[in-house]
């Protein structure tokens, strides 16, 4: 079995679990709260703070396994899709490494990664091998490397939440619907900032990071589940933002959730008004929601509403099993990170 961090700014979501073929199966997860401020953008500001949540985090769950595979999301890591002369496994390393370091400016101090994801033909004919090629800064990598060791865990790999969701959904169902053949939507929402994907028959075809996340809607909920005192047994999943009760509390609907969902519903139309200048007659089939976001009542029914068409939380995907106490929406990062392609 291997252990899966996905660090996120608010909460590190922890999962040990083995894949087969592309599914992962979850023997333990858990969500482990962070001191704000303590990951930023991707970037560890505060190595003593991350190294006592991840330690809390084993020391109160059931896991064993010290292999580590860590994955985050920043606005640092350089993404690039490339088309390059067919060559060897050296001359396609060194060729992906000049393109890379042409876009970042020349930097040097880069991890540069790349999966191939096929070949193609140019209109001359020519052929070329399509390459996903990814980069980070070095300082940022060994930060990563360190901290697991310092916490007496085994570094596998540094994942991207991009690179690990291209995994996750390159086939399968979700919520019984097949990827393949279709056009669909994934959106995580994040405490401070929101991504969206569009998978088209399994494929990434584009991707964007929304600043703006659900932390503020957290926090005003935190605080009036204070005020009702400590023995009210109330999680945060039990807070309501269906319409019907965001019509009855103003002050929450006017001042929080409707600027965020204002926000994210806005962001999300950009992107599909934008994907179908580059793609006749592109439409959306399925509109999907993970991250911890999804787990207040109402968010996909709300969010659908305003945005006109159907959005659902990933309840079920046929390359993630996991027990029935187990919400996978919350570990959509870090169960794509477990999955090694060679």
Same mark, same amino acid.
Do not use: C, W
């Given at each position: 079995m291997i252990l899966s961090?996905?660090?996120g700014s608010h909460n590190l979501h922890l999962v040990e679990g083995r894949v087969r073929d592309r599914t992962v199966e979850i023997v333990h997860a858990t969500v482990q709260p962070m001191a704000q401020g303590t990951l930023v953008d991707g970037v560890v500001k505060d190595h003593? %703070?991350?190294?006592? $949540?991840?330690? #809390?985090?084993?020391?109160?769950? +059931? /896991?064993?396994s010290t292999g580590t595979i860590v994955t985050i999301n920043s606005t640092q890591i350089l993404i690039k899709e490339l088309e390059i002369p067919v060559a060897g496994p050296k001359e396609t390393a060194d060729m992906v490494r000049f393109e890379i370091l042409q876009s970042s400016g020349g930097s040097k101090d880069l991890v540069v990664q790349s999966v191939? #994801?096929?070949?193609?033909?140019?209109?001359?004919?020519?052929?070329? +091998?399509?390459?996903?090629?990814?980069?980070?800064? *070095?300082?940022?990598?060994?930060?990563?490397? *360190?901290?697991?060791?310092?916490?007496?865990?085994s570094p596998i790999a540094l994942d991207v939440h991009q690179n690990a969701l291209v995994k996750l959904f390159s086939g399968g169902l979700v919520n019984d619907r097949p990827m393949e053949g279709r056009s669909v939507i994934l959106v995580d929402l994040g405490a401070t900032s929101t991504s969206v994907y569009i998978f088209t028959n399994g494929i990434l075809a584009y991707s964007r990071l929304l600043p703006v996340g659900c932390s503020e809607v957290e926090r005003y909920l935190i605080l009036q589940r204070n005020g009702e005192g400590a023995d009210h047994g109330k999680s945060l999943s039990d807070f309501d933002l269906t319409v019907d009760a965001l019509r009855a509390n103003t002050e929450l609907a006017d001042d929080i959730v409707?600027?965020?969902?204002?926000?994210?519903?806005?962001?999300? *139309?950009?992107?599909?008004?934008?994907?179908? %200048?580059?793609?006749? +007659?592109? $439409?959306?089939?399925?509109? /999907?929601?993970?991250?911890g976001a999804t787990a207040y009542k109402g968010m996909p029914q709300t969010l659908g509403s305003i945005l006109n068409m159907s959005v659902?939380?990933?309840?079920?995907? +046929?390359?993630?099993?996991?027990?029935?106490?187990?919400?996978?929406?919350? /570990?959509?990062?870090a169960c794509g990170a477990m999955i090694r392609l060679d």
């Open positions: 961090i996905d660090m003593a %703070g991350i190294e006592m $949540a991840i330690r #809390s985090a084993l020391a109160k769950n +059931s /896991f064993r191939s #994801s096929g070949t193609s033909t140019t209109p001359k004919g020519a052929k070329v +091998s399509k390459v996903h090629a990814m980069a980070l800064q *070095q300082e940022l990598v060994s930060d990563y490397y *360190q901290m697991l060791k310092n916490v007496k865990l409707r600027p965020f969902f204002n926000m994210v519903s806005d962001g999300i *139309q950009r992107i599909i008004q934008y994907h179908k %200048g580059r793609i006749d +007659s592109f $439409a959306p089939d399925d509109i /999907f929601l993970f991250g659902e939380a990933i309840r079920t995907m +046929s390359r993630i099993q996991a027990p029935k106490d187990v919400r996978i929406a919350d /570990f959509i990062n």
